[in-house]
C-alpha cells in the first residue's frame, strides 16, 4: 500500500467530511473513481453510518480498536497491550497521539503512522516490525466492515482494505 492509500484509509476510518473525503479520494484515486459516486450521499448518512459501525454507545458492530480484536485478554478490551505497544512506537519515531486518553491502537491511526513510516522511507524490516504487529489485524475489522455497512463507501473501504492486505506493496485499488 503506498503512503497515500494508508492515509486515505486512516482518514476514512475517522472522520465523516464528505469534502474532505472527496478532494482526497479524487487526489488519489481520480475524479472518476467509484469512492466518488459512494460519497454521493447525504453526509447525515455517512455520519449515522460511521457512528453505527465503529462508535455506537450500544455496541459498534465494527469496533475501530486493536484491543478489541487481540488474544491478549480472554474479554476485549480498550488500551490494552496494543495500545501501549502502539504507544511506543509512536514515541520511538517522535509522535504521540494528541490526548492521553485516545486510544493508540484505532485503525485510523495506525494507518496514518504507517503513512508516515513509509514517507520517511523506514527500512522494510522496521515496517514489517510495525505491520505485523500493528496491521495484520485490519482483514479482520475489513470483513465485519464488509459484512455490515449499510453504505458502499465502507464497502469499498472494506475492500481496499482487504485488497490492500493480501498484496502490501501494491498500489491502491479502487
Known amino acids: 500500500m503506498t503512503p497515500a492509500c494508508y492515509l486515505f484509509a486512516g482518514n476514512c476510518l475517522l472522520s465523516t467530511d464528505p469534502r474532505e ?3 482526497a479520494a479524487e487526489e488519489i484515486y481520480g475524479s472518476d473513481a467509484p469512492w466518488l459516486a459512494a460519497l454521493a450521499v447525504d453526509p447525515l448518512d455517512l ?3 460511521y ?4 462508535l455506537s454507545p450500544g455496541g459498534a458492530v465494527c469496533p475501530p480498536w486493536q484491543s478489541v480484536y487481540s488474544q491478549e485478554h480472554e474479554s476485549p478490551m480498550l488500551m ?7 504507544i511506543s512506537f509512536y514515541r520511538e519515531y517522535g509522535m504521540a497521539p494528541a490526548r492521553g ?3 493508540a491502537d484505532h485503525a485510523g491511526l495506525l494507518l496514518f503512522f504507517a503513512a508516515m513510516l513509509l514517507e520517511n522511507g523506514v527500512p522494510a524490516d522496521e515496517f514489517d516490525r ?5 496491521l495484520d489485524w485490519i482483514p479482520e475489522l475489513a470483513r465485519k466492515i464488509e459484512q455490515e455497512t449499510r453504505l458502499d463507501f465502507y464497502r469499498l473501504l472494506a475492500r481496499e482494505l482487504l485488497s490492500q ?6 498500489v491502491c485499488q479502487a
Open 47 to 49: 455520519e449515522r453510518e
Open 130 to 134: 510495525f505491520r505485523i504487529r500493528h
Open 51 to 54: 457512528v453505527r459501525l465503529f
Open 80 to 86: 490494552g497491550d496494543s495500545h501501549s505497544s502502539a
Open 165 to 170: 492486505a493480501a498484496t502490501p506493496h501494491a
Open 21 to 23: 473525503l472527496r478532494a
Open 101 to 103: 486518553n485516545e486510544p
